[in-house]
Structures are given as C-alpha cells and as structure tokens.
C-alpha cells in the first residue's frame, strides 16, 4: 500500500466531512471510498458514475448543504446591505470601459 496526500477544495472537504456524518462513517474511510469509486469507475472526482433522477428530499439535502457553505460578509460600509446602493455600484463599475485601465503609463 502507497501513501498519498491529496490536496481537496475545502467544499469538497465540508461536503464529504458532512456526509461522512451523516452516515456515521470516519471521513477518512469515506474520502477514501470516493477516491477509489472515481478511479474504478473513471469518472472524474466529484462527479456522479450515473445521472439519476433527485427524489425532492435528495434535492433538499443537496440545497441544505450548499446553503451551509455560504455566509454573509459585509465589510467596513454602514451601508453594505443596501441593495439600491449595491445596484449602483454594479451599474456604475459594468458601465464604466475602464478605458483609464489601458492606458499607456508615463
């Protein structure tokens, strides 16, 4: 047996540690299990070996896990949350041409 260190995103690391949970398994046992799963079956990391149809609780669960990775960042503006001000902002930026950006520097 060889030993070998991978390097995983940590979204791919949280939903395998979460799923490893759910089904009271050692992470390292399930992380594992999916390496070998995707050589055997040579599909790459992650995806699925079959395209199945979800069931709505599968979609669920799928949903709950993708909102559990995302956060809420608001930085040192009093008026981060501000849609309209966002809006603005957005079409200011996607406005603008940037055309100072390809300028020759003196």
């Known amino acids: 047996m060889e030993t070998v260190t991978l390097e995983i995103n940590n979204p791919i690391i949280l939903s395998a540690l979460a799923n490893a949970a759910r089904r009271g398994v050692p992470a390292q046992s399930y992380?594992?299990?999916?390496?070998?799963?995707?050589?055997?079956?040579?599909?790459?990391?992650?995806?699925?070996?079959t395209k199945q149809a979800l069931t709505a609780e599968e979609i669920s669960a799928a949903e709950e896990r993708l909102f559990a990775l995302s956060g809420v960042v608001c930085g040192n503006d009093p008026d981060c949350g501000d849609n309209e001000k966002i809006d603005a902002d957005l079409a200011r930026a996607y406005g603008d041409d940037h055309a100072a950006l390809y300028q020759p520097q003196s």
């Open 31 to 49: 992380l594992l299990s999916l390496v070998e799963t995707s050589i055997l079956s040579q599909q790459p990391f992650g995806t699925p070996a």
